[in-house]
Nanobody
Framework: QLHLAESGGGSVQPGGSLKLSCEASGASLSSYAIGWFRQAPGKSREGVACRSDLDGSTYYLDSVKGRFTITRDYDKNTLLLEMSDLIPEDTAVYYC?????????????????WGQGTQVTVSS
């Protein structure tokens, strides 16, 4: 059973940077589409960045392109999200998730496995 645990959230000023980590245990991330999602108060959850090593695809939400980078640390079985040039609209709880079934090049899929979430707050 895959288990995911996020860390690295916090509070930063606009223009700042944060790096989120999602440590996986119980299974290798190599068999899944994996990604980062976020949910702001009063808003629906949205896919921020997703990737799959099985098909080589990567997806970014338009509003984060050029500012966020999704990568993997293969040795540590960890998913990373490097965020820079943060803006107040990036404020949300960020979740990592994994899926055995997905639409290539998107953040759409079953995403049956979720972490507990980590808060990111961008404010001056």
């Amino acid at each position: 059973q895959l288990h995911l645990a996020e860390s690295g959230g916090g509070s930063v000023q606009p223009g700042g940077s944060l790096k989120l980590s999602c440590e996986a245990s119980g299974a290798s991330l190599s068999s899944y589409a994996i990604g980062w999602f976020r949910q702001a108060p009063g808003k629906s959850r949205e896919g921020v960045a997703c990737r799959s090593d099985l098909d080589g695809s990567t997806y970014y939400l338009d509003s984060v392109k050029g500012r966020f980078t999704i990568t993997r640390d293969y040795d540590k079985n960890t998913l990373l999200l490097e965020m820079s040039d943060l803006i107040p609209e990036d404020t949300a709880v960020y979740y990592c998730a994994a899926s055995k079934v997905w639409v290539v090049g998107t953040c759409r899929g079953d995403f049956d496995y979720w972490g507990q979430g980590t808060q990111v707050t961008v404010s001056s």
